[in-house]
């Protein structure tokens, strides 16, 4: 059932799937603290619209309207304002879906300039696009709220938030999805097509960018396997990784610039870039830590900084020497003991202070069947519906389960684990993995 809404709240839709599911104007939207909820909302949204990383737009209006708005889903899409077809921008998917122009729940609310709620969404052509990633997904949409982006008399897109079946509205939520559809239609508005096509182009340079700093094979370690792994959350994103074979031993790095998009990005490469260089100057782990903190406590704005774990493996001693800047948790299992450590940050971020004087890195011992999982907290925080995180234990008894399996399918395992938990709720951070496994020394003597 489909209703088509007023540009003004005040209205009451009544469904047996969905139960009773009213917006009313006169409700308690007056309250001090709901108003204050509100507006906060509404304020770190525009913060981030207004920012200067205008490429993830699209992205920061998507996120804010699922958080704030309490959807499982939210999408975006452009409107082609010559042909009238929309395509969807946000979630991201390659190649991005297309729709005719007045198809699916998105053309109608785009060709009526109006508020539209359908309650049992599950076979429209739109919805089944944006869930296409997960098949099972589109049969259990339930109700999904699609405004229009709308800049003076032109229809610029599209905002679409996608809940369950049972999900009931309130005034302060609706209204809360018209001030950001009409923050989104400013920010489309900023962005003509040309600029979109533009901006495109450069996002796709941008990551490639990024992920041709990465490593493309990991290091070849006689008696251990090592596997990573990158998956952003947007275009780029603020974490990365690395793995290279030194003289002194296998230098592993994983790192976490704060905030999402093209800045942290960079502010990732940068750090990546300034060790490596520091590593083929002779610089021994603890200078390089020490040059490379103090230089981006110059360079990078008060407000950023980035957690790292960077390391020597020394596969002769089996030793690790490291600097834990902020950056956990991390897991190291232990499998003489069938066990799981936890290892705990040593010095504050990279780039929070100088540093007066050269750290002393720390060490641990890895053990036949060890392993050493180094794991952005994109992983670990990843919610379902009700909002609860994958969280350490849960990571820990995958590891633990698949202690015997080559690093790469625990890797799969782990991210399958958490994207099961999740059960469609998109993970709102970037994932990086590093896993190293200690070989035993029968199983490395039969390889």
């Known amino acids: 059932m489909v209703r088509d809404l007023p540009a003004s709240v005040g209205w009451t839709v009544t469904d047996e799937s969905l139960g009773e599911m009213s917006v009313d104007s006169t409700g308690q939207a007056g309250e001090d603290a709901t108003r204050k909820d509100l507006l906060e909302a509404l304020l770190a949204t525009t913060r981030a619209l207004g920012g200067p990383e205008t490429g993830s737009a699209a992205a920061e209006l998507a996120e804010a309207a699922r958080v704030h708005t309490g959807a499982r889903t939210a999408a975006l899409w452009r409107r082609d304002t010559q042909t009238g077809e929309l395509t969807l921008l946000m979630p991201v998917r390659d190649p991005p879906p297309r729709l005719a122009a007045g198809a699916g729940l998105a053309g109608r609310?785009?060709?009526?300039?109006?508020?539209?709620?359908?309650?049992?969404?599950?076979?429209a052509v739109d919805i089944i696009a944006v869930t296409?990633?997960?098949?099972?997904?589109?049969?259990r949409t339930g109700a999904v709220l699609s405004l229009p982006l709308v800049a003076g008399d032109?229809?610029?897109?599209?905002?679409?938030?996608?809940?369950?079946?049972?999900?009931?509205?309130?005034?302060?939520?609706?209204?809360l999805a018209q001030v950001l559809a009409a923050e989104g239609a400013l920010a489309l508005r900023q962005q003509g097509p040309g600029e979109a096509n533009t901006l495109h182009s450069e996002v796709e340079v941008a990551r490639a960018i990024q992920r041709s700093t990465l490593p493309t094979q990991m290091p070849a370690v006689p008696g251990y396997d090592l596997y990573g792994h990158f998956q952003p959350a947007t275009?780029?994103?603020?974490d990365m990784f690395d793995a290279v074979q030194l003289p002194t031993g296998v230098f592993l790095l994983l790192g976490d610039a704060t905030g999402h998009g093209f800045g942290p990005a960079l502010s990732a490469m940068e750090m990546q870039g300034m060790l490596r260089v520091a590593f083929r100057l002779g610089a021994s782990l603890d200078?390089?830590?020490?040059?490379?903190?103090?230089?981006?406590?110059?360079?990078l704005p008060d407000d950023r900084f980035i957690?790292?774990?960077?390391?020597l493996l020394d596969p002769g001693t089996h030793s690790v020497r490291y600097h834990c800047a902020g950056q956990g948790p991390l897991l190291l299992y232990r499998a003489g003991d069938d066990r799981c450590e936890w290892i705990t940050p040593t010095m504050f971020p990279v780039g929070v202070m100088e540093l007066a004087e050269t750290p002393v890195a720390a060490t641990l011992e890895m053990g036949e069947g060890d392993i050493l999982a180094l794991i952005s907290d994109g992983l670990f925080e990843r919610v379902d519906a009700g909002n609860t995180e994958f969280g350490p234990e849960r990571v820990a008894e995958v590891v633990r389960r698949g202690r015997h399996l080559p690093m790469a399918e625990l890797c799969q395992r782990l991210l399958d684990a958490a994207d099961a938990?999740?059960?469609?709720?998109?993970?709102?951070?970037?994932?990086?993995?590093?896993?190293?496994?200690?070989l035993p020394d029968a199983e490395n003597a039969g390889a």
């Open 287 to 299: 200078e390089a830590y020490r040059h490379v903190n103090n230089q981006l406590t110059e360079d």
């Open 421 to 438: 938990f999740a059960d469609g709720i998109a993970a709102a951070d970037d994932v990086t993995l590093i896993l190293v496994r200690r």
């Open 109 to 123: 609310c785009a060709e009526g300039a109006r508020m539209l709620l359908e309650v049992d969404a599950g076979t």
């Open 235 to 238: 275009y780029a994103g603020g």
């Open 307 to 311: 957690t790292a774990f960077m390391a």
């Open 132 to 139: 296409s990633t997960d098949p099972d997904r589109a049969g």
């Open 154 to 175: 032109t229809v610029l897109g599209v905002l679409q938030l996608l809940y369950e079946s049972g999900r009931g509205f309130d005034p302060n939520t609706v209204l």
